[in-house]
C-alpha cells in the first residue's frame, strides 16, 4: 500500500462548527505532514509529526488543532475558523528526512 | 534551507524532452536537490532528488551541475499528462524530519 488517504474529499462549515480532516497512511512512515494550499498558492507546512509527537508548528492559529492517535492517523481538528481559512488542505507522510508523500487533499470551504 | 528559483512557465511539444531549469546558487554541502509536480487539484507527487550525481528513475532524470548551483529535470518524452506545476526544493535529509518549502515553482504545458 503506497498511498495516502485523506477524508473527507470536499468539507463546507460555517464559522460556528467544528469538525476533523482524516489522514491515513499504511507505509510505515514516521513522519507525518499537514499543508495548507490557497488557490494558485505553492503548499504551505503547518504542523510536522515525528514519531508521533508534534515537532513543527508554524505559528498556526490556535483554532487549527492537529492530533496523531498512532502512528498510521493523523487528524486536523477545526473549530471556529474564518472564511479566509478556505483552502485544500493535504496531508503527507515519509520515513523521517526522506522524500514525502502526499494525499489528495481535503477542500475545505467556511461560509 | 537554500532557496530556489524556476521560471514562471514553460510550453514544451507532446513527444519531446521537457528541460525544466532550476537555479540554488547558495546551496549548501548537505543539502539534497528534491523535484515534486502537482497535477491540477491533485496532491504534489515526488519525481526524483539527488545530492550531486546526476539521477534516473521511471518518471525523470536529474542533472546537478559541479558547482550544485543550478539542476534540470529532464522529462524525456512528455506527454500531456505531465501537464503540472513543477517544483524544485533545497533542503537537508539528515535522518530528521525536515520541511519541505514550496516556491511557485514552474509550470509546464505540454501542448498536442
Known amino acids: 500500500d503506497t498511498e495516502v488517504t485523506q477524508t473527507p474529499k470536499h468539507l463546507v462549515m460555517g464559522m460556528t462548527n467544528k469538525k476533523s480532516l482524516k489522514c491515513e497512511q499504511h507505509?510505515?512512515?514516521?513522519?507525518m505532514y499537514w499543508y495548507k494550499q490557497k488557490a494558485k498558492k505553492p503548499p504551505e507546512l503547518m504542523f510536522v509529526?515525528?514519531?508521533?509527537?508534534?515537532?513543527i508548528n508554524e505559528s498556526v492559529p490556535s483554532r487549527f488543532s492537529p492530533e496523531c492517535p498512532n502512528s498510521s492517523l493523523l487528524n486536523l481538528h477545526l473549530h471556529a475558523l474564518q472564511p479566509e481559512d478556505s483552502a485544500l488542505y493535504l496531508c503527507?507522510?515519509?520515513?523521517?528526512?526522506?522524500?514525502?508523500?502526499f494525499g489528495p487533499g481535503t477542500r475545505l470551504t467556511v461560509t | 534551507d537554500a532557496k530556489t528559483t524556476q521560471p514562471t512557465s514553460m510550453d514544451c511539444a507532446e513527444g519531446r524532452a521537457a528541460n525544466l531549469p532550476c537555479n540554488h546558487s547558495?546551496?549548501?554541502?548537505?543539502?539534497?536537490v528534491y523535484w515534486y509536480r502537482q497535477i491540477h487539484s491533485q496532491g504534489p507527487q515526488y519525481i526524483i532528488h539527488g545530492l550531486k550525481n546526476n539521477e534516473t528513475n521511471e518518471m525523470a532524470s536529474l542533472i546537478i551541475t559541479e558547482d550544485r548551483k543550478s539542476s534540470t529535470l529532464i522529462l524525456p518524452h512528455a506527454t500531456l499528462r505531465d501537464t503540472a506545476v513543477y517544483y524544485c526544493?533545497?533542503?537537508?535529509?539528515?535522518?530528521?524530519?525536515?520541511?519541505?518549502?514550496f516556491g511557485q515553482g514552474t509550470t509546464l504545458q505540454v501542448k498536442p
Open positions: 526544493i533545497v533542503r537537508t535529509s539528515s535522518g530528521n524530519t525536515g520541511k519541505l518549502i
Open positions: 547558495t546551496i549548501s554541502g548537505n543539502e539534497y
Open positions: 503527507a507522510s515519509s520515513r523521517p528526512g526522506y522524500e514525502q508523500y
Open positions: 507505509m510505515g512512515h514516521r513522519a
Open positions: 509529526y515525528s514519531y508521533e509527537k508534534l515537532s
